[in-house]
């Protein structure tokens, strides 16, 4: 069944409430806690703020605040300019006697452009959920909205206005001590802006609908480390029927997830996927993936990380379905003293694509490299600002899209 026939007969949402109820139901007179309702819990008693039944969160962003050497990532003529992203964001909690707790996030954020009138603008990032936290399950349900004008890949230099709509379920069932069960469910909905990106239209070939269903296990290693498989499977739907770009995905998965309140922190996730473009011309992909994010304080004044990542992303390239998104990255954290810490960082990148029929200058290949650096000043506990400076280098096989960006700014970080 496709996201269209899905939208006639709305079953999988009624699936998913009717699973969460009996699910509630069958524990709801328990007291205790999984691992995910307890980690919840502890986010909830670290807010900061606590206004008669409600626990906050408050967060200032503060990105990008410096000046780019090329706003659009152009070959020729690159545009200079002076920009700055910043915005209030609050977390909020509400727990209902021992059982419920409900929570949300806005975060309305401006973004300024100096010379460049088209790219000021307000992004909109927003999520609610409700979550049941009882004894064997942890359920959660939930729904989210953003409106930005943003980079979304490394294909589109531009920054097109998106609009993305989504509702998501998850159920954990801690069978026993060490080892649980989870089901996810999400949908989202991709609004582009009608905008031309070279010569191809934005609107008409990414706006789509984007479905998951995701089965997991996990065994706890330690209280801070879980192994975990996970199968997942995709589906998605295309708004333009003329785009001829419907497709799905499975994919297996296998990897460790570790608390993010020990030293270390993040997610080692690798897999195999076979994705199928339905139109018969298109070539499909099938092999390695990876979504893997990780961080070590290995001693009081050093802490290192790590990245990986490696997956198709729908492309606007010609007649490609995809490209191959490929990235590997590495870094470090130096306490020079007890207040100022020296971050390094280096990303090395592919984007590989198939092919289109109706290129005539052949398969795409972009190599990225990325460098940053910045030097973080302690502002109050784990509240850092920044001086960074980073250079952007893409490589091409088709020269007129090699491009270099440098920035040199401030940015404010929660995490020190």
């Not at 069978?175 to 649980?180: A, D, E, I, Q, Y």
């Not at 029927?241 to 080692?268: C, I």
Request: aromatic share 16%.
């Amino acid at each position: 069944m496709n996201l269209t026939e899905m939208r006639k007969e709305p079953k999988t949402a009624k699936i998913l409430v009717l699973s969460l109820i009996v699910c509630a139901a069958i524990a709801a007179h328990a007291k205790a806690s999984t691992w995910k309702g307890k980690e919840l819990r502890r986010r909830m008693m670290e807010a900061v703020w606590k206004v008669g039944p409600f626990r906050m969160q408050p967060v200032l962003h503060l990105t990008n605040a410096g000046y780019d050497t090329n706003v659009y990532n152009s070959p020729a003529d690159p545009i200079k300019d002076y920009t700055l992203t910043a915005g209030p964001g609050l977390t909020a909690y509400l727990r209902l006697r021992n059982k419920l707790v409900l929570s949300a996030y806005a975060s309305p954020q401006y973004v300024y452009y100096y010379k460049t009138a088209r790219e000021r603008t307000w992004n909109f990032y927003g999520r609610a959920d409700v979550n049941f936290l009882f004894n064997k399950f942890f359920i959660t349900a939930g729904m989210g909205y953003s409106e930005a004008r943003e980079r979304w890949n490394t294909e589109i230099d531009i920054r097109p206005r998106r609009k993305e709509e989504s509702v998501f379920g998850e159920v954990l069932w801690q069978m026993l001590r060490k080892t649980s069960l989870g089901f996810n469910y999400s949908r989202a909905r991709y609004d582009y802006e009608n905008l031309f990106f070279e010569e191809f239209n934005i609107r008409e070939l990414l706006n789509r609908e984007e479905e998951y269903f995701d089965f997991l296990a996990y065994y706890e290693l330690t209280p801070r480390v879980k192994f975990f498989v996970d199968y997942e499977r995709g589906a998605f739907d295309f708004a333009d029927p003329a785009s001829l770009r419907d497709s799905k995905s499975d994919g297996v998965y296998a990897g460790f997830e570790f608390s993010p309140f020990g030293r270390v922190r993040g997610r080692v996730k690798l897999g195999y996927k076979r994705f199928d473009a339905i139109k018969a011309s298109w070539q499909d992909f099938k092999g390695l993936v990876g979504d893997t994010d990780i961080s070590v304080k290995l001693t009081r004044v050093l802490s290192v990380r790590g990245s990986y990542r490696q997956d198709v992303r729908f492309s606007l390239w010609y007649d490609n379905a995809y490209f191959l998104e490929s990235r590997a990255g590495a870094g470090a954290s130096i306490y020079l003293f007890k207040k100022i810490r020296l971050d390094y960082d280096y990303s090395l990148g592919r984007n590989s694509y198939p092919g289109g029929r109706l290129s005539t200058a052949g398969r795409r290949e972009d190599i990225f490299i990325i460098h940053s650096a910045g030097l973080y000043f302690r502002l109050k506990e784990d509240i850092a600002i920044g001086i960074v400076a980073s250079r952007w280098n893409r490589d091409s096989n088709f020269d007129w899209e090699d491009d270099t960006r440098d920035f040199l700014g401030l940015n404010l970080t929660y995490d020190f």
